[in-house]
């Protein structure tokens, strides 16, 4: 199964760990040597994983650089690690993003450097692991490893109100992520009595045939856990605390990747094990994507604060990617996996401007700019590509994944794509407007005519993303179609388990959380 | 009605071993303690018992697999009661390195009667693990609790401290006065005390199951033990004794203790009272809730460290419960391991408050802990890792040990109990989280100075976060030891 035959997966996961190692030795007296390792391990981790696209191979929809190793043996729990044509570009999202990050925070960081670049490094490989998991439970620790690192970088480095944001954050998250654990087991004990082997792999997991009432319960905590990390509304409310709070790195991480893990998780364990639930489910998910579309639109048309707007421009973009992946159909899910990249780099790109504009003038308000474009003409360039790309414009990423998005979404339910495409109209009204507010108008500050434009390490952190937009929005095939034979396979493969489901009589609740659950009697015997 | 007959038993020491090792040593401490002169006695005393308690160790891991009744069905020795012994071993082992540092603190602890009676605490409860007979239990526990009872008090010239030990004695008292009337309906309605033969009888004998003079029994026999592992509505003890007592033996008291007591449940229950299971799993069901929510609420508004501890640990009774509840030799495995996780978390925890100390008294507030985590970056990764086990969040021993207790809880058909842990996790989280917060993300408010550690307690703190790093990464090979020492439990 493995084309490398090297465990390239568990090296591109735990090399951060070796950074992490490395910088632990390192004196914290000596800052400029802590950036330099930092950013030296986060560019060998992406080339490290680069392997990773081109020996990988189109054609089959089969996991990936299989790796297979018992970790819990009595429990049945593996190291199971694998990647296919959905976590392929999200792996190679999270190590192209990571060395930004840590550019980005250069100069903005200056307290506690070893500590903050420990805990980018760790959340790295949380980010990673969960993303390449194939196990259940393994992908549950890699999932809560994450919070903690995230939780340390807002609570630590975050602003005014960041111990409100960061305790949020992770109570948000954790709560939902709980009863997935709960529903995790059940699943674990109902595959053994269907099929008298214990384990947590997903591959295996997906056969199962799941009883329609008890899937719906099953289900919902998935979807919950899962809905809060989007966010889908009403469960965002974190998002914008913790964004605001965060340093830019911390957003442009928690924007670029960890939103992504909500819908990197519905569609890798909650639409496939559950399809008959998921298929009941999708006219409430895709109201809530498209009540996220619209309010997201809405409210981050009125923020003062530019970062608050990118913020809530996040909820509206990934309104957009969950109603792709519940339109169910090749154009949506693939349009909704390219949005996911798209998102993680314009917003990405976004949150980098406004951190580079808040470093200078130490505030983010709107009101207090104007005019800037005429003393920093690099920077309104940038700024314009990441807004265009946000916005959707033709040649920029965000076009083609909103474009198939809206295609897939037709074809499903078209009265919601009308509705989400007025919802584009409305996410260029605050993005253009943003810009115009903050670049154009006159420059009337006495603090804005002295603004300096962009330095060198600014614009190396810039320029791969913007160079990205326009590559990803002239050549989406180069993306596509690694992601082709996964994403097909997905569909027949649910649209038959769909229909082997709908065949059966649904059963009251009791029945089958009584047929289901082993007997009080007969449990010693079980557990032999 | 047979005779009551006296013979003398054969004298078996290897089932017995580790308790002969721990009685032996305690014996030599108290001497070595009165013969050394008083200033020259340093750490010797502590690094004295625990030679002993390593020994201790080493003859368990060696005489793990024995199987036998021995003393007349008095002592059971078999995997289970090798593993409780393991987990009082690890719990003593930390505590003293813990009370060789706490000693610079208070001079007052370092003398041959703290160590004495430390380790006969120990036996004590390494006798409740192994306990056969309800006689047993009863001797086990009261040598187990008046050893407490003294060092709860053991810093006389603090009130907090008398009175501490003196809430825990009268309380403890009437809690064992429970316990023995218990016994006592239990050997009317069974005539015997041996585990083994009760439950022979009451196969016999169907009709004595629900009689109530046996009902009665078990029902005070329930009190009794839910008062030593800190049970709703047996709880209020627990935190003025907890907040009281030397910082040392609290975190003995939470885990030790604990341990013990859950150890005699298990057996008395599972061996002798198995067929009234279905009987007690209901009431058991709702102790279990309540013990863990109220533990969870009231521990949110705690501000001193001590009592948010001692709130969490009734908590963590509660969860040990839900694997009690869920009955099965997974749940009873699930709560071994999840005691030997709690105790290496936990005493972690308390390790960590006992670095902090100064001859006036210690730093047991909440906000005395600000801006430490940077200021001291080991003792509060350590520290943070110590709360993040507790809420269960991985790669901790706590996450593990969770998982473990819901699934067999899941697995049995409790799911809603398995619902309410989890909802009681998350509260739970935010009171931990508080900790890390306090450390990492406020300014140092207060002047607060760490003295330089004793080379003991840094070691005794390395290897409870081992400890915790082992069973949450790999747990693997204790996880088949809890199970093999429940499969291998006499009944």
Not at chain 1, 255 to 278: I, Q, S
Not at chain 2, 458 to 474: D, K, P, R, T
Request: aromatic share 14%; net charge neutral; with cysteine.
């Amino acid at each position: 199964m493995n084309q490398l035959s090297f465990p390239i997966i568990s090296l591109v996961t735990f090399f951060p760990i070796f950074g992490v190692l490395i910088l632990l030795m390192i004196d914290k007296e000596s800052e400029d040597i802590l950036r330099g390792t930092a950013v030296a391990f986060t560019v060998i981790e992406f080339f490290i994983s680069l392997p990773l696209i081109f020996y990988f191979n189109n054609v089959t929809h089969n996991m990936q650089f299989v790796e297979l190793i018992p970790w819990v043996k009595s429990f049945g729990i593996n190291y199971h690690m694998g990647i296919d044509g959905i976590s392929l570009w999200l792996v190679i999202l999270t190590t192209f993003l990571t060395p930004i990050c840590v550019l980005s925070s250069w100069s903005y960081i200056q307290k506690y450097v070893k500590e903050y670049m420990v805990c980018l490094l760790l959340l790295e490989t949380a980010m990673l692991g969960a993303l390449v998991s194939l196990d259940l439970i393994l992908f549950y620790v890699f999932w809560e490893l994450m919070l903690i690192p995230m939780y340390l970088l807002i609570g630590v480095w975050g602003g005014p109100q960041k111990i409100y944001a960061a305790v949020k954050f992770f109570m948000y998250t954790a709560a939902g992520s709980v009863f997935m654990l709960l529903s995790i087991i059940f699943l674990y004990y109902y595959n053994y009595k269907v099929t008298g082997v214990y384990t947590f792999s997903i591959l295996e997991l997906y056969k199962l045939n799941i009883p329609i009432s008890v899937q719906f319960w099953l289900c919902l905590a998935f979807f919950v856990s899962f809905a809060i990390k989007v966010p889908m509304f009403p469960l965002h409310t974190w998002l914008p605390d913790a964004h605001v709070q965060a340093p830019t790195a911390g957003s442009v991480i928690l924007a670029g990747v960890l939103l992504k893990m909500g819908t990197y998780g519905f569609l890798r364990f909650a639409m496939p094990l559950f399809p008959y639930a998921t298929h009941q489910f999708t006219p409430v998910m895709a109201t809530l994507a498209v009540i996220g579309i619209i309010y997201g639109a809405l409210v981050a048309m009125v923020q003062p604060d530019m970062k608050k707007l990118v913020a809530y421009s996040s909820v509206s973009h990934l309104g957009y990617v969950m109603l792709g992946l519940f339109a169910l159909n090749m154009q949506g899910i693939e349009g909704g996996l390219y949005q996911m990249l798209n998102h993680g780099i314009s917003t990405g790109a976004l949150f980098l401007i406004v951190g580079m504009i808040y470093e200078r003038r130490h505030t983010r308000m709107i009101k207090d700019f104007g005019g800037i474009a005429k003393v920093m003409p690099v920077f309104a360039t940038f700024f314009m590509i990441a807004t265009l790309s946000s916005v959707a414009v033709p040649g920029t990423n965000g076009f083609v994944g909103e474009i198939m998005i809206l295609i897939g979404a037709f074809r499903s339910f078209p009265i919601f794509a009308v509705i989400a495409a007025s919802g584009a109209i409305l996410g260029a009204l605050y993005m253009l407007w943003m810009y115009q507010r903050v670049m154009f108008c006159p420059l009337d500050k006495p603090e804005n005519q002295k603004l300096k434009d962009l330095n060198v390490r600014e614009i190396v952190t810039l320029l791969p993303l913007a160079v990205l937009v326009f590559v990803m929005g002239f050549f989406p095939g180069l993306f596509l179609r690694k992601m082709d034979a996964t994403v097909s396979h997905f569909l027949k493969d649910f649209n038959t388990r769909y229909e082997a489901y709908a065949q059966q009589q649904p059963q009251s609740l009791g029945d089958r959380i009584a047929a289901v659950l082993p007997a009080s009697e007969n449990k010693d015997k079980i557990i032999e | 009605m047979e005779m009551l007959e006296f013979v003398v038993p054969a004298l078996n020491v290897k089932a017995i071993l580790p308790q002969v090792i721990l009685s032996l040593t305690a014996l030599t401490v108290l001497l070595v303690g009165v013969f050394s002169p008083q200033d020259k006695k340093t750490s010797s005393l502590g690094y004295l018992s625990l030679v002993g308690v390593v020994t201790a160790l080493i003859s368990t891991l060696m005489i793990n697999g024995v199987r036998e009744s021995a003393y007349n069905g008095m002592v059971l020795a078999d995997g289970f009661s090798s593993f409780i012994t393991l987990i009082i071993c690890v719990v003593t082992i930390l505590t003293i390195l813990t009370s060789i540092n706490y000693q610079k603190f208070f001079p007052r602890l370092n003398c041959g009667e703290y160590y004495c009676l430390l380790l006969f605490a120990a036996v004590g409860m390494c006798f409740m693990g192994s306990a056969g007979n309800l006689l047993m239990v009863f001797l086990a526990l009261e040598t187990m609790s008046i050893s407490i009872y003294v060092l709860a008090g053991f810093k006389t010239d603090d009130a907090k401290s008398i009175e501490s030990a003196m809430k825990y004695f009268l309380l403890g008292a009437f809690a064992s006065g429970f316990l023995l009337f218990g016994f006592a309906l239990i050997f009317g309605s069974t005539g015997t005390m041996d585990l083994v033969k009760i439950s022979a009888f009451l196969t016999a004998h169907p009709e004595v199951i629900h009689s109530r003079m046996l009902m009665g029994g078990v029902a005070l026999m329930t009190v009794g033990f839910g008062f030593k592992v800190a049970m709703f509505p047996f709880h209020m003890w627990t935190p003025d004794v907890y907040e009281g007592a030397p910082t040392s033996i609290t975190g003995f008291m939470a885990t030790g203790v604990k341990a013990a007591a859950f150890a005699a449940l298990l057996r008395v229950f599972f061996v002798a009272l198995g067929h009234l299971q279905a009987d007690w799993t209901g009431i058991m069901w709702l102790f279990a809730f309540l013990t863990m929510t109220i533990g969870n609420v009231v521990a949110l508004s705690q501000t001193n460290i001590k009592r948010m501890l001692a709130y969490s640990s009734i908590a963590h009774a509660g969860y040990l419960l839900i694997g009690f509840v869920a009955g099965s030799k997974l749940g009873q495995s699930a709560i071994l391991f999840y005691l030997l996780s709690y105790a290496f978390t936990n005493l972690g925890a308390f390790g960590v408050i006992a670095l902090l100390g100064r001859k006036e008294g210690e730093y047991t507030e909440l906000e005395d802990f600000a801006g430490l985590g940077f200021k001291y970056p080991l003792m509060g990764l350590a520290m943070a890792l110590f709360m993040f086990s507790m809420a269960g969040i991985p790669p901790a021993s706590g996450f593990m040990g969770k998982f473990y207790l819901f699934s067999s809880a899941m697995k049995a058909g409790f799911v809603w109990l398995a619902i309410f842990g989890v909802i009681n996790s998350v509260i739970s989280l935010y009171y931990y989280l508080r900790v890390v917060v306090v450390m990492y993300f406020t300014e140092a408010g207060r002047e607060v100075v760490m003295p330089k550690p004793s080379p003991a307690l840094v070691v005794g703190l390395v290897l409870a976060a081992v400890g915790v790093l082992q069973m949450g990464i790999f747990p693997s090979y204790l996880l088949d030891m809890a199970r093999q020492s429940i499969q291998t439990m006499l009944m």
